[in-house]
């Protein structure tokens, strides 16, 4: 399996002057602000409502993060951000970001780059939530050894 490694050296961080949300990167780019969750949620079945208040909740047990939003999409971050959501009608796509390839049923898409693997499911209800709780956690820590 394809493993990526980091330097465990820490960075200074960067906070951007306007927002002072803070980043690894000096002059990272980024929109201002972490958006409004109730846009992300709104007019979606009660059934997805509840799935992404479940992986937002889980996500936020791992330590501290930002939960920033746009239109549909949802990113969970650390540091780095260590997964995304796109809040969809009939689902909640989850891409999580991995320093290594896994082989999960869950999985339908694995695709790699120089710094990460992106493996990306489709949950529709907890219980297949619960097959990516471990993914998600080992993301959040990879994230934190990318710092």
């Not at 394809?2 to 690894?24: D, H, I, L, T, Y």
């Not at 969809?88 to 693997?117: S, T």
Request: glycine share 4%; charged share 30%.
């Amino acid at each position: 399996p394809q493993v990526v490694r980091r330097s465990k050296e820490k960075r200074n961080m960067w906070a951007c002057p306007k927002c002072r949300r803070k980043f690894s990167r000096a002059n990272q780019r980024h929109a201002c602000g972490t958006g409004d969750r109730g846009k992300v949620i709104q007019n979606r079945p009660n059934a997805i409502v509840e799935l992404y208040a479940s992986i937002e909740s889980f996500a936020k047990s791992l330590g501290p993060i930002e939960v920033v939003t746009g239109d549909r999409y949802v990113l969970l971050r650390s540091v780095r951000i260590f997964a995304d959501l796109v809040i969809m009608a009939e689902a909640v796509r989850v891409a999580v970001h991995l320093g290594r390839k896994v082989d999960a049923p869950i999985f339908f898409k694995v695709g790699a780059d120089r710094r990460f693997v992106t493996h990306v499911a489709k949950l529709k209800t907890k219980e297949e939530f619960e097959q990516i709780k471990p993914f998600l956690k080992e993301a959040y820590r990879f994230s934190m050894e990318r710092a």
